[in-house]
């Protein structure tokens, strides 16, 4: 059976520079997108909030939060995974670069404590158990379905490569974070490393027949014919 994958949500920026704006207009949401080969179900970037999540899920998929497998984080950015408490049965993934570097900057805001109120102790706290949860994805969920690290957008940003017979699927994350941004060769404004992150726009628009975006519908890749 080939790999299945569904927009389960279409995410948006708080504010699109490539739109003219120059200071948040709307929260911010990452594109979610259902995978499933085989019995695994892998939810990546659990973005909206939890009962929002919960009924874009049953209208895409007619099932629960339940049946859900695996959460795949591309990111650990906190709009990448506002809802992953919701999936508590599921194993949770992202790239062990991330896991490291996440791991680190709240670690160099603990050794800080003395400048956080109690609320912000208490969050960073919640946020250190939360991250323990996670594991470093491996190199293949399946045999269809395959971590494709894309640096830059965050140290240790990945997507999901995946790969039945009519074509190649990258959900990308903030790799390729907007089909503007994808059609202009730009990333995101907000790139740990700007230079990485172009490296990793093109590899995604060498390899890939379809993008998922970060924060926007799916695409065909500028150049590809439709499947």
């Given at each position: 059976?080939?790999?299945?994958?569904r927009v389960i949500s279409i995410g948006t920026l708080?504010?699109?520079?490539?739109?003219?704006?120059?200071a948040p207009v709307r929260t911010a949401h990452a594109?979610?997108?259902?995978?499933?080969?085989?019995?695994?179900?892998?939810?990546?970037?659990?973005?909206?909030?939890?009962?929002?999540?919960?009924?874009?899920?049953?209208?895409?998929?007619?099932?629960?939060?339940?049946?859900?497998?695996?959460?795949?984080?591309?990111?650990?950015?906190?709009?990448?995974?506002?809802?992953?408490?919701?999936?508590?049965?599921?194993?949770?993934?992202?790239?062990?670069?991330?896991?490291?570097?996440?791991?680190?900057?709240?670690?160099?805001?603990?050794?800080?404590?003395?400048?956080?109120?109690?609320?912000?102790?208490?969050?960073?706290?919640?946020?250190?158990?939360?991250?323990?949860?996670?594991?470093?994805?491996?190199?293949?969920?399946?045999?269809?379905?395959?971590?494709?690290?894309?640096?830059?957008?965050?140290?240790?940003?990945?997507?999901?490569?995946?790969?039945?017979?009519?074509?190649?699927?990258?959900?990308?994350?903030?790799?390729?974070?907007?089909?503007?941004?994808?059609?202009?060769?730009?990333?995101?404004?907000?790139?740990?490393?700007?230079q990485a992150a172009l490296e990793s726009l093109k590899?995604?628009?060498?390899?890939?027949?379809?993008?998922?975006?970060?924060?926007?519908?799916?695409?065909?890749?500028?150049?590809?014919?439709?499947?």
């Amino acid at each position: 059976m080939a790999v299945e994958y569904r927009v389960i949500s279409i995410g948006t920026l708080s504010h699109n520079r490539l739109w003219g704006e120059s200071a948040p207009v709307r929260t911010a949401h990452a594109t979610t997108t259902l995978v499933c080969d085989g019995d695994r179900r892998v939810l990546v970037d659990p973005s909206l909030p939890v009962p929002a999540l919960a009924a874009r899920y049953g209208e895409r998929t007619g099932r629960t939060l339940e049946d859900v497998t695996d959460v795949f984080c591309t990111t650990l950015r906190p709009v990448h995974r506002r809802s992953v408490d919701a999936l508590p049965r599921a194993a949770w993934w992202c790239s062990e670069a991330e896991l490291t570097s996440y791991r680190a900057h709240l670690e160099g805001m603990r050794s800080a404590a003395d400048r956080l109120d109690a609320e912000q102790s208490r969050a960073l706290q919640e946020d250190l158990e939360r991250l323990a949860r996670f594991r470093p994805a491996p190199e293949k969920f399946t045999e269809q379905v395959h971590l494709y690290p894309l640096p830059g957008a965050s140290p240790g940003s990945a997507g999901l490569l995946l790969a039945p017979a009519t074509g190649t699927i990258v959900i990308a994350g903030d790799a390729a974070v907007t089909a503007e941004h994808v059609e202009r060769g730009q990333v995101w404004a907000g790139c740990a490393d700007r230079q990485a992150a172009l490296e990793s726009l093109k590899d995604v628009l060498e390899i890939a027949d379809v993008i998922v975006p970060g924060h926007d519908n799916l695409i065909v890749a500028p150049g590809r014919n439709w499947l």
